[in-house]
Each structure stands twice: as structure tokens, then as C-alpha cells.
């Protein structure tokens, strides 16, 4: 049940996205959602959902993969584009008391269900191919120029670090601790709601309580090891920009501007 | 009578990925009622996936687990009805203390089981004599117990499902030389009394010569021995390729059998050797007399 939550999972492999500079990959990545959010019309939908097919294909990661990560918002999905569907203005196609279906409404369902789902691929196909640390080191390094605002990056992707690296830990100890109140009878699969959430309390308890002593544990074995905050900290790992990384840019700069295009000339149908 | 078996068990975590991983290999064997069975094994040897199949925590990828000759999962509604029955302590099981004080948390079982007040209230009072908690540590928060203490409780809280087929994993980790003989001890005292099964995950091979009839050996997902402690002790020199280790005691006689002496293999206690050494000096003491 926990295990299958995939946010923040790395997926061990050698594909062209494995093998990208985090820091392209965050900064493409980041480009293709703000370009999802601004198509127009089918065509330039059309467009960045063909990339996304193709970067979920070059990933090298199973799509059952990405199909289990959309189950985690599958509710915000039908919620969403079942309201967006009596939303638009228009003529009503049909209607029942005071909720009209119009051409409109259905363009907007279809948008935004299909706009959530490339959102969900986009980003997990970047966790899927980075490993957690890399992601925020290259974090680190892009926002490094908020140094000059006084805001200490180091210290926001340090915590981002932790906070990644404690997901997989805390989700086995979730699992453990399930398993051990199973063993005592818990019966966490059945009952309605309310019942549900009051069964949750014998895993809450102990996953805060271990949560605190590592927490604890962790901050005295980084002051052990004399950790002081990022100032004059060296790297082991150097992130180099590759040929790939270039290729890659390029073919992202070609598809932005065949979606601008498609959304200049060809009728929009949405607004 | 057997109570536990199993038939061509095998486990597979995560299949299909590249983390895959086969944990349980085609495991065929069986428990006898009463018995006290010893499992050892390597770290990822299969031994904690094991006997989470004996009590319906995970399911088999193929084969089958039989409790008193039925599939634990011929119902799978109802497999929490084999979870009574089959108790398990986890590793480190003080963790997994919740309630506001130590007597709901022992009660937590018996309450899933459905029990009226009076047996619940006897049940928990039961359990905690076994662990040897005394009833003023029942009042209070299960957190504000020592270590030892938390994992007594802890305990009392599976023991007081009363179930037929006691499963331990690695209960003595992590408790001081004291705390572990003590808990051993109690262990030991619940098996005299109650006569029921008892299987004990364990890496400490002193902790397993003291306590065990059998041993189950796991091997790389599979049973590399089964059969009585004194035997499978006897081959030292297999689990030490194993990566295990046998009792220091019998690693001693051990090597004063390869040193020429005459002495039976699998000798797992202190006293034991003791004795067989002491026959030994009068033996050959009355040997040089003459």
C-alpha cells in the first residue's frame, strides 16, 4: 500500500535522461510544464504531449511506472476535469437543472486532465532518472545567485537533501510498523472513513516518535563530523554540462517554438 | 502433529523490477506442535521474509503455508484470524508503542480479537507476568519505561493474543548481557507453561543453542539444514562458509577434537562441555595413575 507512492523513487538506469546534467534537466523540464500550461489549441497540445511520449519512452523507466504515479492523483484528476466540464460559457449542449455541459466545458475538461496527467509525467520522469542528491545539488547551483538576497540556498537544499533522503527510509519504517500492528490484529483495510483515520493513530504515534530520534541522531552525527552550513564546503561530485545536454536544449527550443507557432496561427480554443 | 508447513514457498520482492529479488526459494518444511525451532541465517537470507509468511503478512508469490493442515490464505478475508494465531514479535518491537499507557497498549491485540473486558483484563495481566512488568509499570506511558522494559511490554503485547504459534525476531537485539538472559529466560518459562510453538529468528548462535530443539538454517533464500541443535552445530565448519558463526563454546571443543582429543561434536552449553571435560581429566588422570 505505501510502497506504491513513487514520488522522490530513482530508477537505476543508462538512458539519455540518466545520463543529462541534472541542471539542464531541471531548467527543460520546468520550460516543457510552463509550455503545457500556455497551448492554446490541439495542435500545440498535440505537440508537448508527443514529447512527453517520447521522453517517457527515451527514459528507459517501465511506464507501469508512471501510470502507478498517477494513481496518487487520479481523485484530483476526475475532481477537476468533471467541474471544469460545467464551466465553460457558450451554448449548452445539455443541461439538468442548473448544471450545463457546453463545447467549452468539454475543450476545458479534456485541457486540463490531459494538462495534469503531462504535468505528473514530466516530473516523475525527472525523479524517475535522478538520484535524489543530485537533484538538489543541481538545485543548489541554479539558485545559487539568491546568495546575493541574503537567502542561504545552501541551507534550503541541505534540508531538501534530508528531507528527500529521509522519503524511503520513512516510508520502510511506515511499512514495519504497519506490519507490526497487522501482526496484532490492526485491520487498516476495511471500514468507512472515520474508522480509517482512527486506524492510522497506532502508526502515527510510533512513525513521530521515530521520526524525532532520527532527526535527533542525524543533527548530532552531522555536528560530529563537524558540518557547519555551505560556506567554503567543496564538492566531490562537479556537474559538467555534456553533448547530450546540448541536444537536448535544442530539441526543446524546436518544440517551444512550434508551440508558439501552432498558437499564433492555427485558431485557439481556449482562452 | 505438524502445526506449521509449507509447500514449495517462494517469495519475490518487487517482481519485474530491477529490484527484484527472490527471498524465499522453494521452502519445504515442517513444524511440529510444542516444538521450539531456532531459524538462523545470514543478513538477506530470507529468514525475517520467512516468517512473515508464516502469519499472513505477505503473501506467497507460489507454494503455500499450511497452519493445522489448511492454506492460511484459503480465506484471505479472514486472514487476520491467522495472525492471532500466529503471533509475531517484530525487531525491535518497542517501536511500535503507541497507547497512553502500558496496559492499553498490551490490550490492543486481544481488542482487535474481538474479547470481552474480563478475558482482556486477564490476558494483559497474564502477559505482563510472563515478562515479568510489574503492575505499577501498567499505569504508565509505555514511553517512559527503560529499553528493556519497553520491549517486555512490547512483547506482553503479542503474547497476550495468546496464540498457538509464537514467532520472535531477533527479540534480544540490542538489550545488555543482563536484559537478554532475562528475557531469554521468560521466553523459556512461556514455552514450559504454555506447551505452545515457538520460533526464534536470531543471529545469536548462544541465544539459539540455549534455547532451541531444532535449527532452520537459511541459505540464500533457501533451507540449507533442518534437524536438531546438536546436529546442525556439528557442522561447524558449513556455517562458518555460511557466514555464521556456532556457539564459542562448541567452537572450542570443536578445535580440541581437531587437536586430537576425543570429544562428541555439538556440544552447545557451558555446562555440557564442563562435564564432558571433567570425564575427560578423570579418564586419563586414572590412565597416567596406572
Not at chain 1, 214 to 228: F, G, I
Not at chain 2, 46 to 69: A, E, I, Y
Request: proline content about 4%; hydrophobic content about 45%; overall charge neutral.
Amino acid at each position: 500500500m505505501v510502497r506504491d507512492i513513487t514520488l522522490g523513487q530513482f530508477f537505476p538506469g543508462n538512458s539519455i535522461l540518466h545520463r543529462m546534467d541534472p541542471r539542464m534537466k531541471i531548467i527543460l523540464m520546468l520550460t516543457l510544464i510552463i509550455f503545457i500550461f500556455i497551448t492554446f489549441n490541439f495542435f500545440a497540445l498535440g505537440l508537448v504531449v508527443a514529447t512527453v511520449v517520447v521522453i517517457v519512452g527515451c527514459s528507459g523507466v517501465p511506464v507501469k511506472l508512471f501510470l502507478k504515479s498517477l494513481k496518487a492523483v487520479i481523485f484530483i484528476l476526475l475532481f477537476t476535469s468533471v467541474l471544469n466540464l460545467f464551466y465553460g460559457s457558450g451554448t449548452a449542449l445539455w443541461h439538468w437543472g442548473f448544471l450545463s455541459i457546453t463545447l467549452a466545458g468539454i475543450y476545458f475538461a479534456i485541457f486540463i486532465s490531459i494538462r495534469i496527467i503531462e504535468l505528473i509525467f514530466i516530473s516523475s520522469s525527472l525523479t524517475f532518472t535522478t538520484q535524489p542528491t543530485d537533484l538538489t545539488d543541481a538545485i543548489e547551483r541554479l539558485l545559487k545567485p539568491l546568495n546575493h538576497l541574503h537567502i542561504s540556498v545552501h541551507e534550503i537544499a541541505m534540508m531538501m537533501t534530508i528531507a528527500l533522503r529521509f522519503i524511503p527510509t520513512l516510508l520502510e519504517e511506515t511499512d514495519k510498523i504497519m506490519s507490526a500492528q497487522k501482526a496484532r490484529g490492526a485491520d487498516m483495510e476495511s471500514g468507512n472513513i472515520v474508522q480509517r483515520i482512527k486506524a492510522m493513530i497506532p502508526v502515527l504515534v510510533p512513525l513521530f516518535v521515530s521520526a524525532f530520534r532520527r532527526a535527533y541522531e542525524l543533527a548530532m552525527a552531522m555536528e560530529c563530523r563537524c558540518y557547519r552550513g555551505g560556506e567554503g564546503r567543496t564538492r566531490m561530485k562537479q556537474l559538467h554540462y555534456s553533448k547530450v545536454d546540448f541536444y537536448c536544449l535544442g530539441a526543446v527550443l524546436i518544440i517551444v517554438s512550434g508551440v508558439i507557432l501552432c498558437n499564433i496561427f492555427l485558431p485557439a480554443v481556449m482562452r | 502433529m505438524n502445526v506449521l508447513e509449507t509447500e514449495n514457498l517462494r517469495f519475490v520482492y518487487g517482481e519485474n523490477t530491477p529490484f527484484e529479488k527472490v527471498a524465499v526459494d522453494n521452502l519445504n518444511i515442517s513444524i511440529e506442535k510444542g516444538e521450539f525451532v531456532g531459524i538462523i541465517g545470514h543478513t538477506g537470507s530470507g529468514k525475517s521474509t520467512l516468517v512473515q509468511l508464516f502469519n499472513g503478512l505477505l503473501k506467497p508469490s507460489t507454494g503455500r503455508v499450511l497452519l493445522n493442515d489448511v492454506d492460511i490464505w484459503e480465506k484471505p478475508k479472514e486472514i487476520r484470524k491467522i495472525r492471532f494465531q500466529v503471533g509475531m514479535v517484530f525487531q525491535y518491537p518497542e517501536y511500535q508503542l503507541f497507547e497512553e499507557t502500558v496496559y492499553k497498549d498490551i490490550s490492543f491485540g486481544p481488542k482487535n480479537m474481538g474479547l470481552s473486558d474480563e478475558e482482556i483484563d486477564k490476558r494483559v495481566r497474564d502477559a505482563a507476568k510472563f515478562v515479568d512488568l510489574k503492575d505499577s509499570l501498567l499505569e504508565k506511558s509505555p514511553f517512559e519505561l527503560s529499553g528493556g522494559e519497553k520491549r517486555r511490554a512490547a512483547i506482553a503485547g503479542v503474547l497476550a493474543m495468546d496464540p498457538e504459534v509464537l514467532i520472535l525476531d531477533e527479540p534480544t537485539a540490542g538489550l545488555d548481557p543482563m536484559g537478554r538472559d532475562v528475557l531469554l529466560s521468560h521466553i523459556h518459562a512461556y514455552h514450559k507453561t504454555r506447551q505452545n510453538t515457538i520460533l526464534l529468528v536470531s543471529h545469536s548462535m548462544e541465544d539459539i543453542a540455549r534455547t532451541a530443539d531444532r535449527i532452520l538454517v537459511m541459505n540464500e533464500s533457501k533451507a540449507a539444514m533442518f534437524s536438531n541443535t546438536a546436529e546442525v552445530f556439528s557442522h561447524g565448519k558449513e556455517l562458518i562458509e555460511m557466514g555464521l558463526q556456532v556457539p564459542q563454546i562448541t567452537r572450542i571443543m570443536m578445535s580440541l577434537r581437531e587437536h586430537g582429543y576425543d570429544i562428541k561434536p555439538g556440544i552447545l552449553t557451558v555446562e555440557e562441555a564442563l562435564q564432558v571435560l571433567l570425564q575427560k581429566i578423570e579418564k586419563e588422570g586414572a590412565a597416567h595413575g596406572s
